[in-house]
């Protein structure tokens, strides 16, 4: 069954240092798979796709096939990346969501 | 601007009287969603919308119905909210299957 992990429910990082956040999937096939972020107050939106290949506010993911994973990275985190992340992978015309990891950047 | 909009942001109405939630959108595009978010929980599919066809979720519950009149508006009915109802519901639209997702604000429905 298609199914996306993200294992950490809560991150807390100190402003500057690296961020990752993980996702493992599993599906049978090429996977499509999104970045959402909801900031404090503000609509659920997307951050990045990994078709468009793009870096967005500084956060790239690559997709790893071997080990099924779409981790979300960032060199170096600032205040304004506290928010709750969700990783998502398309499938049969829906989006399976993981259970989403709450950032927060410590000053 | 262009955006996905959501009336009401608050509603409250009592256990077991029915209650209408609409969205509305001026990006024209073709897919709508319906998506119930409890609290620190990811999103949870309720229908969506490919134009005019209607898709409903294996387990969404027979409570919950909804409606697309036009390309711009959506609504969801909940006939008799119960206590386990209460939440944010969540409207979403993209141009076509598979692409970005668009959301609404949110509407918090609490049930009294």
């Known amino acids: 069954a298609q199914r996306v992990t993200q294992p950490e429910k809560l991150l807390s990082v100190f402003k500057g240092a690296p961020v990752e956040l993980k996702c493992n999937y599993s599906y049978s096939g090429s996977p499509e798979l999104f970045w959402y972020v909801q900031y404090s107050r503000q609509r659920l939106q997307l951050l990045l796709r990994?078709?468009?290949?793009?870096s967005i506010k500084g956060f790239t993911a690559d997709l790893n096939k071997g080990e099924t994973s779409f981790h979300l990275k960032k060199p170096f985190a600032q205040e304004e990346d506290s928010a709750m992340y969700y990783c998502a992978l398309w499938s049969n015309y829906q989006l399976i969501w993981g259970a989403g990891t709450k950032l927060i950047i410590k000053p | 601007d262009a955006m996905v909009i959501q009336n009401p942001r608050y509603q409250v109405t009592q256990f077991g009287k029915p209650v209408t939630l609409s969205c509305s959108q001026t990006?024209?595009?073709?897919?709508m969603y319906w998506y119930q978010q409890k609290s620190s929980q990811a999103p949870k599919l309720l229908f969506h919308y490919y134009d005019k066809d209607f898709n409903n979720e294996a387990d969404t519950p027979d409570n919950f119905q909804s409606r697309r009149p036009n390309t711009s508006f959506c609504f969801l009915d909940i006939r008799s909210p119960g206590l386990g109802d209460a939440a944010m519901y969540l409207c979403a639209t993209s141009r076509g299957a598979g692409d970005e997702q668009f959301f609404g604000p949110g509407t918090r429905l609490t049930v009294l």
């Open positions: 990006l024209n595009h073709n897919v």
């Open positions: 990994h078709i468009s290949r793009e």
